[in-house]
């Protein structure tokens, strides 16, 4: 089964090879990609870690932990006392867990996830939507009261909101690049912000963004491009070289994207409408979701790109992967 695969993917990527030097109206829309099931979740999966050997699957019912490849999950929530998780990160060793409903906080193992404990103090009594890592400091965003910041591995946060509006709704993304920080905030009054100065001020770059985008769902940085997805009719992936004072809305078939991964010049984007995929940095897109829900409902919430395999968590429930070939050394 694998074999097929591989040679499946093989085609598809060598078929996005040449259609990417070909003209845009000779690309073709849809490739014949394979994803299969990876265990027995069975859960809505909102986020996906990987960590050495072992991959994490932060669901609505807990964590689930899989040290094979996805191929068995156990359920590890010793010491945990929040349900739900939305987010996940690694730092020095250690896994943090941000998530919650309405009573949520930050969760941390030190030992690979066998045990876990609160680490919360100074948070809000609050749902942590996201997490993430800049050198010694780790952020999270809140649903209500913003981003908090912690300099000693989570034991204290204070808030870092200057700048940030002042109806605060929810920190749905964070994403760094060195002391560069990106938050996504999705409310009346948000959109994307940044801050180089650890949080202290916040600066609103969402100017040059379409005025009909729709709510805000991740953020990832590379190489100071900045690329933003947003769920909805009028969403898509957003991208900005210049720090938001243009901003280009990339040519998707689906505009409801909840997730991004990108490595190297290979960018898939999930949601609603299942997987797209680009192997030309985002300039030309193809559906490339077959076998990833056989009920039809591909609705992606969380992609991992790894060099042997990509994992996608699924809202309706369940972790998929699919194997690509070994020709492609820019999946890293």
């Known amino acids: 089964m694998y074999l097929k695969i591989s ?11 040449r259609s990417s030097s070909s003209t845009a109206s000779h690309v073709p829309i849809e490739h014949d990609i394979l994803w299969e099931s990876a265990g027995d979740i069975n859960d809505r999966v909102y986020c996906l870690l990987h960590v050495g050997t072992t991959l994490f699957a932060g669901t609505y019912h807990g964590l689930f932990v899989s040290t094979d490849s996805g191929q068995t999950w156990v359920i590890s929530n010793d010491g945990m006392t929040m349900t739900t998780i939305r987010a996940m990160v690694e730092k020095d060793g250690n896994i943090f867990l941000g998530g919650g409903i309405l009573e949520g906080g ?27 890592v800049s050198g010694q400091r780790l952020y999270a965003g809140t649903f209500g009261y913003g981003v908090f910041v912690s300099e000693d591995n989570g034991l204290n946060w204070r808030a ?45 770059i969402s100017r ?25 009719d009028s969403g898509g992936v957003f991208v900005t070289t210049n720090y938001g004072d243009i901003w280009r809305r990339m040519n998707l078939n689906d505009r409801s994207v909840t997730c991004i991964a990108v490595s190297g010049p290979v960018m898939i984007a999930g ?13 030309t897109w193809f559906v490339s979701d077959n076998g990833l829900y056989p009920q039809g409902l591909p609705d992606v919430n969380s992609i991992i790109l790894l060099p042997d395999r990509v994992f996608a968590g699924l809202n309706f429930g369940g972790v998929y992967f699919l194997i690509p070939p070994k020709k492609m050394p820019y999946l890293k």
């Open 7 to 17: 040679l499946v993917l093989l085609f598809f990527f060598k078929s996005c090879e």
């Open 106 to 132: 930050v969760a941390v193992s030190r030992d690979g996830g066998k045990n876990w404990s609160d680490v919360k103090n100074g948070l809000p009594n609050t749902s942590v939507s996201s997490l993430a």
């Open 160 to 204: 870092a909101n200057k700048g940030l509006p002042a109806t605060m709704g929810d920190v749905t993304a964070l994403a760094t690049d060195g002391e560069q920080v990106f938050a996504c905030i999705n409310s009346d009054t948000g959109g994307v912000f940044m801050t180089n100065d650890n949080g202290s001020v916040w600066f609103n």
């Open 208 to 232: 040059g963004l379409p005025p009909d985008h729709a709510d805000f769902t991740s953020v990832v940085i590379r190489d100071n491009v900045v690329l933003v997805s947003a769920d909805g």
């Open 271 to 283: 949601g609603f409408g299942g997987v797209q995929s680009s192997t030309d940095n985002g300039d």
